[in-house]
């Protein structure tokens, strides 16, 4: 009888377990950048095609922050943030959200370098079967003659319920084609690349990879995308009056077994 007693419990403690792991958050990081790279400064640029390596941009901040993330509706910014771009968002049902790469070649404007084969993607969970409660977004930046060749940063989106996002437009800007004119249309390689050197092709007054060091030749991504709920996805309340009813059956079974 203590054996059978034993054995109901332990199945009430996996069963309470099992939905436990249900509700619980894998730890999802933000503010990680790298790799660890040379920085620089507004008066002491960089000898060399290196990429968001300035640390004090005072239109940017530090640039190895590279990849931001906000609400379009500005009543949602955080009064920290600078207009509204932060690196975590619990995104909601019915809202629009925009996600912003900075790009700038950090090498002094005299030295008259250009880096080359310059990509950028961002791997947002798009894929329509992939639902989940966070997710640890990377952008990354490579060009195939800068130190070092890929830089990356990243963002983290959270929601109370599982989702995926829709991406509804993908745009480069910059001083030649600002968000006044329409900037320039991205493919969808922006997103669906993966691995080192992939990416969508990213340029000044096109998009043929080639970028000046110079502020005049920086620019940003801009990824507009909403988030897509899974319909029948369980709210964690349920999943609690779940927990508690099993509880309850088992004491109830264990007493049924012991008055036997």
Not at 36 to 62: H, K, L, M, V
Not at 105 to 123: G, P
Not at 161 to 167: A, M, T
């Amino acid at each position: 009888m203590k054996d059978c007693k034993c054995s109901i419990r332990l199945f009430a403690l996996i069963l309470a377990a099992a939905i436990a792991v249900c509700l619980v958050l894998v730890p999802v990081k933000a503010y990680a950048w790298g790799p660890s790279r040379n920085t620089y400064t507004i008066q002491n640029p960089a000898p060399e095609n290196t990429f968001n390596s300035i640390i004090d941009n005072p239109n940017y901040g530090d640039e190895r922050n590279f990849l931001r993330i906000r609400d379009q509706n500005s009543s949602y910014w955080n009064n920290e943030s600078r207009n509204g771009w932060t690196d975590t968002m619990e995104v909601l049902p019915g809202h629009t959200y925009s996600v912003k790469l900075y790009v700038n070649n950090a090498a002094a404007d005299n030295l008259n370098l250009v880096a080359h084969d310059v990509r950028a993607h961002i791997n947002l969970p798009i894929k329509e079967n992939t639902f989940g409660y966070a997710f640890e977004v990377n952008g990354y930046l490579y060009s195939s003659n800068s130190t070092p060749n890929e830089i990356w940063d990243n963002i983290v989106l959270k929601g109370k319920q599982p989702f995926h996002v829709q991406v509804l437009d993908r745009k480069y800007y910059n001083n030649y084609r600002t968000e006044y004119v329409g900037g320039f249309d991205l493919g969808e390689d922006v997103v669906s690349s993966k691995g080192t050197g992939t990416g969508a092709l990213l340029g000044y007054k096109s998009m043929d990879g080639n970028i000046r060091g110079t502020y005049a030749e920086s620019g940003y991504v801009i990824l507009t995308f909403k988030p897509v709920f899974q319909a029948t996805s369980i709210p964690q309340f349920y999943l609690w009056k779940l927990l508690d009813w099993a509880n309850t059956r088992m004491d109830r079974l264990t007493r049924q077994w012991e008055n036997r």
